[in-house]
Structures are given as structure tokens and as C-alpha cells.
């Protein structure tokens, strides 16, 4: 009887063990499908983005940005034509806004992209600086 008991403990520890490992597989895929339809999502909005600046639809490209940050703060690229929307609609200041913004999120994108845009926004919206000599 005790050797009994003793087997159907062993028996329930594997059943415990089987059922934990199927939760785990469950979980990483569930978690690999997110990112990859985060990533499906990412893509679609940057070909869009992309396709909108190509074609001078600045406005759209506005909306576009806000929406998707709107469902991602995190998202540099949104930020990225953010600035980009506003900057060749010559609104500076909220071009700035969104790539400093960017460069808090993302802040790689500063020496490689958008360094030479926040020069420039600074430039027209100060003038050029005269030296007294």
C-alpha cells in the first residue's frame, strides 16, 4: 500500500513536471507570435510612413505618426516622422519637440540621424549667430 502511494506521487510529480513544461512552450510562443506581429505592425507603419514622405503627404504623414504613437510611445520611427512631418511644414518648435523626444526614447538616432535636423531648426529659429569681433 505504501509502495503504492509512493508510485502515485512519483506519478503526479511527472504529471505536475509535463504539465509545466507545456505552460512554458505555450508562453515563449505566444510571446514569439506578439513580437512578431509587433514587428509585422512596425514594418507596415514604416513602408506607409515612408511612402507618405516620398510624396510630400506631410499631413498624413502627421496623423499617421501621432496615431501610431498614440498605441506605442515607444516607437522612434513614429517620432522620426513626427519631426520629419513638422520640419518640412516649417513648424520648428514642434519639430524639435518630437526629436528630443525621439533622442529620450532612442537616443542612438542622435549622431546618426537627426543631429544635423535639430542644427538646422535651431538655425532658422534663431537666426544666424553673428561673432562681435
Known amino acids: 500500500m505504501a509502495e503504492d502511494i509512493e508510485q502515485i506521487k512519483w506519478m503526479l510529480y511527472g504529471v505536475y513536471l509535463i504539465l509545466f513544461m507545456l505552460g512554458g512552450v505555450m508562453f515563449f510562443n505566444y ?3 506578439t513580437n512578431r506581429i509587433n514587428s509585422s505592425f512596425r514594418e507596415d507603419f514604416f513602408n506607409e ?8 503627404q506631410l499631413r498624413e504623414l502627421q496623423v499617421l505618426a501621432e496615431a501610431r504613437l498614440s498605441e506605442n510611445k515607444s516607437d522612434s520611427f ?3 516622422y513626427l519631426g520629419i512631418s513638422h520640419f518640412k511644414q516649417k ?6 519637440k518630437a526629436f ?22 535651431k538655425l532658422q529659429m534663431n537666426g544666424p549667430q553673428r561673432t562681435v569681433p
Open 91 to 96: 513648424q520648428y518648435s514642434r519639430a524639435l
Open 100 to 121: 528630443t523626444d525621439l533622442q529620450s526614447v532612442d537616443p542612438a538616432w542622435e549622431k546618426a540621424v537627426i543631429q544635423q535636423y535639430i542644427d538646422e531648426i
Open 49 to 56: 510612413a515612408q511612402k507618405l514622405d516620398d510624396t510630400g
Open 31 to 33: 510571446r514569439l507570435n
Open 78 to 80: 513614429a517620432y522620426y
